[in-house]
């Protein structure tokens, strides 16, 4: 029978690495084996954990939910080409900004290791110790915390945000343009109490995950985006061995970023299939409770934020096109290569 119960210390412990993560003047967390697989930090036993619970769910007939990239509606903005046209026609600050951006959000997932998770077992009827859901509190937010910006109790590793960073200057140099970018929010806005039946501390941790594995889902459409414009021969032409770095670095980091899905995925799975305790002293089954604030909350992130961030970022390309002699004809040409890539 598959092991289904952790400690904190298993959840965190790393393979043996032959050899440690370290380029572009960043040691980062993660490292290699003596074949030089790279493989992600934390995943002896945190990765083992999360297969045997979501075994666990299918012997139950729980089906996992779906967290694939299908359920996104669009691209990324700007699609590839796009951004190819943006770096030859000198505006490689938008992707620099982007993978900045990216390290500063990446940076403050940090704050997951201090967050104390409340005890999901006051409020679920069946038993939680064998469970993903069980475990938050246990070891899985905290190595989600420490995999995005880094582990307090390693300081001498970098994390995703490095990784990140690391990409963007083996892209580009190191300090190329300015770094101080205030990201834009990419989570869902309060909407006020939407799981009235829980207590308010239950039903924010619920949200936070649901949020958290969306932003997971759209960072896959990123990485794919990213590694797709960084080995095209046609850009960094000047740089690319560097680039080619530069997109392992990605895949490295698309590697990291799995276990998050997986783990997310497990716990939304297990609520749904779970029966919990209402305010009012009686209960309500998670389907019931979980299913209406996922479908809404996948649409925020597939539609509402989707259109807002392509409006921000399409803003910024115009504003740079209309600085330009030629620059509505150069608009023409960028926003036929939207229009070419919807048709397709």
């Known amino acids: 029978m598959a092991k289904l119960v952790y400690s904190q210390e298993e959840l965190m412990a790393d393979h043996p690495y032959?050899?440690?993560?370290?380029?572009?003047?960043?040691?980062?967390?993660?490292?290699?084996?003596?074949?030089?697989?790279?493989?992600?930090?934390?995943?002896?036993?945190?990765?083992?954990?999360?297969?045997?619970?979501?075994?666990?769910?299918?012997?139950?007939g729980v089906p996992l939910i779906d967290a694939s990239v299908e359920?996104?509606?669009?691209?990324?903005?700007?699609n590839v080409e796009q951004q190819k046209f943006l770096l030859k026609n000198g505006y490689s600050q938008s992707l620099w900004n982007s993978l900045t951006v990216t390290g500063i959000v990446e940076a403050r997932g940090r704050a997951l290791c201090e967050f104390t998770a409340p005890d999901f077992?006051?409020?679920?009827?069946?038993?939680?110790?064998?469970?993903?859901?069980?475990?938050?509190g246990k070891g899985l937010l905290y190595a989600h915390g420490a995999d995005e910006g880094g582990d307090p109790e390693q300081p001498q590793y970098g994390a995703h945000d490095a990784m990140w960073f690391a990409a963007r200057d083996l892209l580009f140099g190191a300090n190329a343009y300015p770094a101080d970018i205030e990201p834009d929010n990419i989570s869902r806005p309060d909407q006020g109490r939407l799981m009235p039946q829980l207590p308010e501390v239950y039903e924010q941790i619920i949200l936070l995950l649901m949020n958290v594995l969306m932003i997971e889902v759209r960072?896959?459409?990123?990485?794919?985006?990213?590694q797709k414009v960084m080995r095209d021969p046609d850009v960094f032409?000047?740089?690319?061995?560097?680039?080619?770095?530069?997109?392992?670095?990605?895949?490295?980091?698309?590697?990291?970023?799995?276990?998050?899905?997986?783990?997310?995925?497990?716990?939304v799975s297990e609520m749904r299939s779970f029966t919990?305790?209402?305010?009012?002293?009686?209960?309500?089954?998670?389907?019931?409770?979980?299913?209406?604030?996922?479908?809404?909350?996948?649409?925020?992130?597939?539609?509402?934020?989707?259109e807002k961030a392509r409006e921000l970022s399409y803003a910024r390309v115009q504003e740079h096109f209309e600085a330009m002699p030629d620059g509505a004809k150069l608009l023409d040409q960028f926003n036929a290569l939207g229009a070419r890539a919807k048709a397709a």
Request: aromatic residues 10%; charged residues 25%.
């Open 121 to 136: 077992q006051d409020i679920i009827v069946d038993d939680i110790s064998e469970t993903a859901t069980g475990h938050l």
């Open 237 to 267: 032409q000047d740089r690319r061995e560097a680039a080619e770095r530069a997109a392992t670095m990605v895949e490295r980091i698309r590697t990291d970023e799995a276990i998050h899905v997986g783990y997310l995925q497990t716990v």
């Open 18 to 60: 032959a050899k440690r993560q370290e380029d572009a003047g960043y040691l980062m967390h993660g490292g290699f084996d003596e074949e030089g697989t790279y493989i992600s930090p934390r995943t002896l036993h945190r990765w083992p954990a999360v297969k045997a619970w979501q075994g666990a769910l299918k012997e139950k």
């Open 71 to 78: 359920l996104l509606k669009h691209g990324n903005f700007p």
């Open 276 to 306: 919990f305790k209402t305010v009012d002293g009686g209960t309500i089954a998670g389907k019931d409770l979980i299913d209406p604030i996922w479908q809404g909350m996948i649409h925020w992130h597939a539609e509402t934020q989707h």
């Open 219 to 226: 960072a896959e459409a990123f990485f794919s985006f990213c």
